[in-house]
């Protein structure tokens, strides 16, 4: 199966900080990666599939970039409802595998 | 308005059987793939199974292939988790996520499998 590596597992940042978490693939997986959002006792919700695209409704804050193995989710301007934790996925493989998640913490 | 709701979760023992559904509306059911994504308490999301809209198509998580069978039923707009041979790592709760072949959206509000004796 293909590995997918978050770094880090967990990040302090305070409301207004840019943030950037990195996902890697254990393998070329060209674009076929997205991004959620999981808040505690919720299902997750999409943020970014498909590497760089913005699910319709999500803010503009959120932005997703990379191809190959290395990939970035990046909140531009934190605001207190994006404390919460980010899980990647690929979907280049038909066995689908998400990272181990970074949680976002206030600081 | 999208909706998916899960049920059929609860506690079970090891080496038991249950069979969770997921009820859906607000969108054509018919024309969407489905999957099954499952997490342990305190830990991530796994991928547990895949359906294609025709059920053509099946795909499996390792750790569940042999005693999990996905099934649906477009005319009553469901999907289903057979889960045969429980383990205890088969705690968790269970999501049902639809989208597109390449990504989960929306979720259900996942329903929780308890295995221990």
């Known amino acids: 199966d293909i590995q997918m590596t978050q770094s880090p597992s967990s990040l302090s940042a305070s409301v207004g900080d840019r943030v950037t978490i990195t996902c890697r693939a254990s393998q070329n997986i060209s674009s076929y990666l997205n991004w959620y959002q999981q808040k505690p006792g919720k299902a997750p919700k999409l943020l970014i599939y498909a590497a760089s695209s913005l699910r319709s409704g999500v803010p503009s804050r959120f932005s997703g970039s990379g191809s190959g193995t290395d990939f970035t989710l990046t909140i531009s301007s934190l605001q207190p409802e994006d404390f919460a934790t980010y899980y990647c996925q690929q979907s280049y493989s038909t066995r689908r595998t998400f990272g181990q998640g970074t949680k976002l913490e206030i600081k | 308005e999208v909706q998916l709701v899960e049920s059929g979760g609860g506690l079970v023992q090891p080496g038991g059987s249950l069979r969770l559904s997921c009820a859906a509306s607000?969108?054509?059911?018919?024309?969407?793939?489905m999957n099954w994504v499952r997490q342990a308490p305190g830990k991530g999301l796994e991928w547990v199974s895949y359906?294609?809209?025709?059920?053509?198509?099946?795909y499996y998580a390792d750790s569940v292939k042999g005693r999990f069978t996905i099934s649906r039923d477009n005319a009553k707009n469901s999907l289903y988790l057979q889960m045969n041979s429980l383990r205890d790592e088969d705690t968790a709760v269970y999501y049902c996520?639809?989208?597109?072949?390449?990504?989960?959206?929306?979720w259900g509000q996942g329903t929780l499998v308890i295995v221990s004796s």
């Open positions: 359906i294609s809209s025709s059920s053509s198509t099946i």
């Open positions: 607000g969108f054509t059911f018919s024309s969407y793939s």
């Open positions: 996520a639809s989208g597109s072949y390449y990504w989960f959206d929306p």
